[in-house]
């Protein structure tokens, strides 16, 4: 293809993109496809000869529409909002033509001073604090466009647990490894926080503690001092929070004001997620839930969700730019210049390396829109959402178990969870709309979003009726079932020694009156599995127990103590002292200190990685010290160790006896100088 034809099928490829939002209403939502669907509609393999333009431009109805599922769709209400508009897809056109790869300012200096300049912008038109700015002389902070929330969460933790490791180390008598010190560390967020949280642990191996919400969802202050409290005495290091302002399934918000003084109090990061809430805050009078933001020590919210920028786009600001930098800053001489000491480059500030250019759409919605027609935007979907909520409290068998907020209502059947569940797969099978499900507490639920910017209220009521007269239908189905059954009760009663038999037949059909009208020969997703609950804690290094010292004291005093050796679980010497009150899981095996030595460890790491030698210990039948060995009570049975890590999965033999100790064993333990 050249010039003169990508100018012709530009404008042909934009034609149809206008058409295809312009009549995205009259689309199925959810794609009626089964997985491998593609296959079948496409070779083997590469073609080794070029194709013609209008031959892949005809399979992109063929191939690729019978499959999505429509996002902009007035009709998608699943999940948040993820939209776009055409002053974003403008933006990103000129951004793939220059194609820049935005690392350092250097490599292109329009892309850091405009995402720099675009941020401050975004920083004041939300109303957040002035720390958070580039340019302004009290600031040490800053924003940078991030790939998603889920990364910045992950960039985050890791910064706040680089930081903590920083304050830890000069108060040690002696060298500890990072992964000991790693190990010991524990940070929290609320039952109702996103997934991605936890996913940042699995990848720091960092404990993750959920902590229950009040009957609001919101986390409270006093839940997290007692859980801090707690976990100080069980040994662990407290150092961050994950503030959650609009929860994924309810859009429920923790209280930052009651947070963020305990956060500074104990010394923690504090990191707001408001991924989707974010946006509301064009609007002053929605900023209600921002009171305590002056604690936060970075925020994050997606403009790819509500703002019409599209995917991917995450504004992420920082309070110290510093902290971001001692965590990712990596030096080569290549990747250096001139004004390396007066330029902001981004790659210190991120995981990965290369860039896009990003700001440019963010600066074409912001200029095109303006910040009045962005809160008009805002302040219409939450008009639609009160719309159906209304409707929804008119009808009596349905209820709003929770607090509307913003554009999202969730709403199930009184009549338990087995009907809102089948309600929502008749709903899903019908393609008409998309909804999800989520969970408060026990309750079954359904999320209705109010996503697109071209949402009118006929569109809202024309979903509405669809809900309404299928959830009528279904109760009218049960009702004759249940009616058929009485006839049998009653014969029942007159034969009382049969009735205990059968009353457990007939209340697994009523059971599955619901979940058995018209099934689908395909099982949805949504069949598969109910939402499993999370574990209050989440050790990510192996397990929740502590490790084989324990850290006493208040935060800026630790004394580190060590636990009894395998010496003493296995029926060492009688007079050894015992540890009271110390149980099995108290019981640990010391790390060998004839594996790998100081000088190994910093041959095969950076002084700022958290190293991962798992196999070294097993191979040994040694555990290393962030396996926790779960003890037996039984003298007979063996020692065993279970990790998450691919490498590190044991279950190791120890003999009877007890192995003479290693010098690490005998060792003084390391102490924290108070």
Not at 329 to 334: A, M, Q, S
Not at 499 to 517: I, M, Q
Not at 626 to 634: D, E, F, G, L, N
Request: glycine share 6%; with cysteine; charged share 25%.
């Amino acid at each position: 293809m050249q010039a003169e034809e990508y100018n012709r099928r530009g404008k042909e490829l934009v034609d149809y993109i206008t058409q295809y939002l312009g009549s995205i209403r009259e689309r199925r939502v959810i794609p009626d496809v089964k997985p491998g669907y593609m296959k079948e509609l496409l070779p083997d393999a590469a073609p080794t000869e070029p194709e013609d333009w209008e031959s892949i431009f005809e399979d992109i109805e063929k191939v690729i529409m019978p499959g999505v599922v429509h996002w902009q769709s007035p009709h998608m209400h699943a999940y948040y909002p993820s939209l776009t508009s055409w002053p974003s897809m403008l933006g990103d056109m000129l951004a793939d033509a220059i194609n820049c790869v935005g690392f350092t300012w250097a490599s292109s200096p329009a892309c850091t001073e405009l995402e720099m300049n675009v941020m401050d912008w975004l920083c004041k038109a939300l109303g957040l604090p002035s720390f958070f700015l580039h340019y302004h002389p009290e600031s040490r902070g800053g924003g940078i466009l991030q790939s998603t929330v889920s990364e910045s969460t992950l960039v985050a933790l890791l910064a706040a647990r680089k930081d903590k490791m920083l304050q830890l180390r000069p108060e040690l008598e002696q060298d500890v490894d990072d992964s000991v010190l790693n190990s010991r560390l524990v940070a929290y967020a609320s039952d109702q926080a996103h997934s991605s949280v936890e996913k940042a642990g699995l990848i720091s191996l960092v404990k993750i503690r959920f902590l229950p919400t009040d009957e609001r969802l919101s986390l409270r202050g006093d839940t997290l001092k007692q859980a801090i409290q707690e976990d100080r005495q069980r040994g662990l290091v407290p150092f961050m929070l994950c503030v959650t302002l609009g929860t994924t399934g309810v859009c429920a918000f923790d209280n930052l004001p009651e947070l963020g003084p305990v956060c500074a109090e104990e010394g923690l990061w504090l990191h707001v997620d408001a991924a989707y809430a974010g946006s509301a805050y064009f609007c002053p009078e929605l900023r209600w839930s921002l009171e305590g933001i002056e604690f936060a020590d970075s925020f994050v919210f997606n403009p790819s969700k509500w703002m019409m920028v599209h995917f991917d786009c995450t504004a992420f600001w920082v309070k110290d730019k510093y902290k971001l930098q001692q965590t990712f800053t990596v030096d080569p001489v290549y990747l250096r210049h001139e004004n390396s000491h007066a330029a902001t480059d981004f790659m210190h500030w991120q995981i990965p390396l290369s860039r896009r250019f990003r700001s440019l759409k963010l600066w074409f919605v912001m200029r095109s829109f303006g910040l009045k027609n962005l809160q008009a935007h805002i302040r219409h979907g939450i008009e639609m959402a009160k719309l159906l909520e209304s409707h929804i409290k008119s009808e009596p068998h349905f209820e709003v178990p929770a607090e509307r907020h913003l554009g999202l209502v969730v709403f199930c059947l009184k009549d338990g969870n087995a009907l809102t569940q089948e309600l929502l797969r008749r709903l899903t099978r019908s393609g008409t709309m998309y909804l999800i499900p989520a969970d408060i507490h026990t309750k079954r639920i359904i999320r209705f979003t109010v996503t697109s910017q071209f949402s009118t209220s006929e569109d809202i009521l024309r979903d509405w009726s669809i809900i309404s007269k299928t959830a009528s239908g279904l109760l009218a189905e049960t009702r004759a079932v249940n009616n058929a059954d009485q006839p049998k009760s009653q014969n029942d009663d007159v034969t009382p020694e049969n009735h205990h038999g059968d009353s457990g037949t007939r209340s697994e059909e009523k059971e599955d009156a619901a979940s058995g009208l018209d099934k689908a020969e395909v099982e949805l997703w949504i069949d598969k599995a109910w939402i499993r609950p999370r574990r209050p804690m989440r050790s990510l290094s192996c397990s929740s127990e502590p490790l084989p010292y324990t850290c006493m004291g208040p935060l800026s005093g630790y004394v580190f103590e060590r636990r009894p050796s395998l010496k003493d679980a296995t029926g060492g010497p009688k007079n050894a002292p015992s540890t009271a009150g110390a149980g099995p899981m108290d019981e640990i095996r010391e790390m060998p200190s004839n594996r790998l030595g100081k000088q190994d460890l910093k041959k095969l790491t950076k002084f700022y990685s958290v190293p991962s030698f798992c196999n070294q210990w097993v191979q040994c039948a040694r555990h290393q010290p962030c396996c926790p060995v779960k003890v037996s009570q039984a003298p007979q049975k063996h020692l065993s160790s279970t990790c998450r890590r691919i490498d590190c999965m044991c279950s190791s033999p120890v003999a009877n006896t007890a192995p003479s100790p290693t010098p690490l064993e005998t060792a003084p333990a390391p102490k924290l100088q108070e």
